[in-house]
């Protein structure tokens, strides 16, 4: 695999955030990835998101699998934590570095495959255990490492690049992720920055799982015209569940919009999310509506993108598990482990 740095030259006049960092210093390596592809949008998404949230990029870990969505992590935040993991197990290894040390910011970035198939049961867990992590899935439908295969979440309707027709179902990520108690799902389109941004930053602010499905079009496998993950199906079939906008809890902002347009939505940390309904009768917190309406839209060929599910009252792993409020890795030693005495006492409670 190839690496290329940026060059460190910068304008000497670029804006800077609340730490005194420009956007050039949430930046990693150069991408290897085809030009045109759908996930270095995301990447840029990403970096604006760190970058206007103002977060220490020595407070944040970055995980991921196996894939072309995998390698993205080289591309942001060059200062931060980071683990590639084997394909599939991005999910397991971010819970033991959570249980850890829960005062890291937690951005997994995984892809349809690694999330869809070999990684299935590890993203189904992770959303159970309820663990903190901004769950980033780049999703083309296909498989662009080993040549264009369908992925599972790749439309029965869709064909591949050389016209032949996927025979499968596919498997919808962000549906999945409500139904098994996923408190923030989204999804959004990989060339839609004005929405992914605010999408990002709500997720990283939420106290809890949080899945972003992010329709990233393979350039050089399905981008085809009979793709359904193609910029132009996405383009023409996508169907905006509302307009978002970040408001951090240290900003006091005031917004007058008329009655039945917006909803404010809190959120654990005391930030909020704004929503901009298209729809007054949609409700991102009832869960059998929003199920109902992914369905229906689904059937009629349409991609939902936006804040599609926020449910404000569940709680996170270390919430539910009771676990030690100082990082297991600044516990000290005598402490985290027991001396032989007091192993023999706790045995005798069991005799």
């Not at 060059?7 to 956007?23: C, V």
């Not at 103002?54 to 991921?64: E, F, G, M, N, V």
């Not at 072309?68 to 591309?75: F, H, Q």
């Not at 729809?279 to 199920?291: E, F, H, I, L, T």
Request: proline residues 4%; negative net charge.
């Amino acid at each position: 695999m190839t690496f290329i740095k940026k060059p460190i030259f910068r304008h000497p006049s670029l804006p800077k955030n609340d730490l005194g960092l420009t956007y050039r210093d949430y930046e990693g390596l150069v991408s290897t990835l085809c030009a045109g592809c759908g996930h270095d949008s995301i990447t840029s998404s990403v970096i604006q998101a760190c970058y206007d949230m103002s977060l220490p990029a020595h407070k944040i870990a970055k995980l991921s699998g196996i894939g072309c969505s995998s390698k993205t992590t080289n591309y942001f935040l060059n200062q931060s934590h980071g683990f590639n993991t084997v394909h599939g197990r991005m999910p397991s290894v971010a819970t033991g570095a959570n249980l850890a040390n829960r005062d890291l910011i937690y951005i997994g970035v995984s892809g349809d495959g690694d999330t869809a198939s070999i990684g299935l049961g590890q993203y189904c867990h992770a959303i159970r255990r309820q663990l903190n992590l901004t769950y980033i899935v780049e999703n083309n439908g296909t498989y662009g490492l080993t040549k264009g295969q369908f992925s599972a979440t790749n439309d029965k309707n869709s064909k591949n690049k050389k016209g032949n027709d996927n025979p499968f179902g596919a498997i919808d990520l962000a549906l999945m992720a409500i139904e098994l108690g996923a408190g923030f799902v989204a999804r959004s389109f990989s060339g839609d920055k004005e929405q992914l941004v605010p999408l990002i930053k709500t997720a990283i602010a939420y106290n809890g799982f949080s899945l972003i499905d992010v329709i990233s079009p393979c350039v050089t496998f399905n981008n085809h015209q009979y793709s359904t993950k193609s910029y132009d199906y996405i383009r023409e079939h996508n169907a905006t569940m509302g307009e978002l906008d970040f408001i951090p809890e240290k900003d006091s902002i005031e917004i007058n919009y008329k009655e039945g347009e917006n909803i404010d939505i809190s959120l654990h940390d005391g930030t909020n999310i704004n929503l901009h309904k298209l729809d007054a009768s949609y409700d991102p917190r009832n869960q059998n509506d929003v199920v109902n309406k992914l369905r229906k839209y689904r059937g009629e060929g349409k991609v939902v993108t936006g804040l599609l599910y926020l449910n404000e009252e569940v709680s996170e792993m270390h919430k539910v598990l009771n676990t030690s409020k100082t990082p297991l890795n600044e516990i000290p030693l005598d402490t985290l482990c027991p001396s032989h005495d007091e192993l023999n006492s706790i045995n005798k409670n069991f005799t």
